[in-house]
């Protein structure tokens, strides 16, 4: 069993930075990638990036390139989403999930971390 636990959030102005954090627990072996999402008032689920478990492939949302940089500290077991120029339109629940391997696809999704962006 794999856990993911989310910190970070928070409330900063627009135009501010922040760093959310993602720790996974348990049979960590077991994850090939960990990627984030996030939910906005009203919105559907958006996917935002992801990461392999190895720290080498990333991937990211067209429109979150450039301000928005996924990374992964292996020694942690944590995976980070760096924010910068935050938008009120990134305002949103950010949860981060691990897919892991198995021909169930089976996926451990955290419980998510608020970011508010005044404007």
């Known amino acids: 069993q794999v856990h993911v636990v989310e910190s970070g959030g928070g409330l900063v102005q627009a135009g501010g930075s922040l760093r959310l954090s993602c720790a996974a627990s348990g049979r960590t072996d077991s994850i090939y990638a960990m990627g984030w999402f996030r939910r906005a008032p009203g919105k559907e689920r958006e996917f935002v990036a992801t990461i392999s478990w190895t720290g080498d492939s990333t991937n990211y949302a067209d429109s979150l390139k450039g301000r928005f940089t996924i990374s992964k500290d292996n020694a942690k077991d944590t995976v980070y989403l760096q924010m910068n120029n935050l938008k009120a339109e990134d305002t949103a629940v950010y949860s981060c999930?691990?897919?892991?391997?198995?021909?169930?696809?089976?996926?451990?999704w955290g419980q998510g971390t608020q970011v508010t962006v005044s404007s």
């Open positions: 999930v691990a897919y892991l391997r198995g021909a169930q696809g089976e996926q451990s």
